[in-house]
């Protein structure tokens, strides 16, 4: 088996949803893990040498981490009424302005157009996201402190 063919199988695996495939064959087995809470596909590949062949050092292993696109649960269908605001950055994501300071905004809080909801810490800069709608918090979809990805869903707004 050639590094594109494996190359090929850790994606597939990757994009299938699968937790764990094991593939054995004559003299190669190769184990792929995937954990969606790191967003990360493990691949294992061992090849094992015949008898005679073999090293008196252990059966060399490679370890290739890849990481995953996951996307995000589509929200319910009671949530179809409800704007999602998404990060427009890559970045980790902050509900107060400082470890001191009050949360930007709560569920069931009402806010208005421009209002700051979150900062979002990107290269040690801190972005303001402000609201482009007005409305009342639904839901909060990211937990403080927690890295997010750009175009990922950060809150629930009903704009009714």
Do not use: H
Not at 94 to 114: C, H, L, M, N, Q
Not at 137 to 144: E, G, R, S
């Amino acid at each position: 088996m050639d590094l594109k063919e494996i190359q090929n199988l850790i994606k597939f695996v990757a994009n299938s949803g699968v937790a764990e495939v094991k593939l054995e064959m004559d003299d190669v087995k190769i184990t792929i893990r995937t954990t969606l809470e790191t967003n990360v596909t493990e691949a294992t590949y061992v090849q094992q040498l015949p008898a005679q062949q073999a090293l008196p050092q252990a059966v060399p292993q490679v370890t290739a981490p890849t990481v995953v696109n996951v996307t995000p649960e589509a929200p319910a269908a009671n949530d179809s009424k409800y704007i999602t605001i998404k990060s427009p950055i890559i970045g980790t994501f902050y509900r107060k302005p400082s470890p001191d300071k009050p949360v930007f905004t709560e569920v069931g809080s009402t806010i208005a157009k421009g209002d700051v909801l979150c900062v979002i810490e990107a290269m040690k800069l801190f972005n303001e996201i402000e609201s482009e709608v007005s409305g009342k918090i639904v839901k909060i979809l990211v937990d403080d402190m927690s890295p997010v990805e750009f175009d990922q869903p950060l809150f629930l707004v009903d704009p009714s």
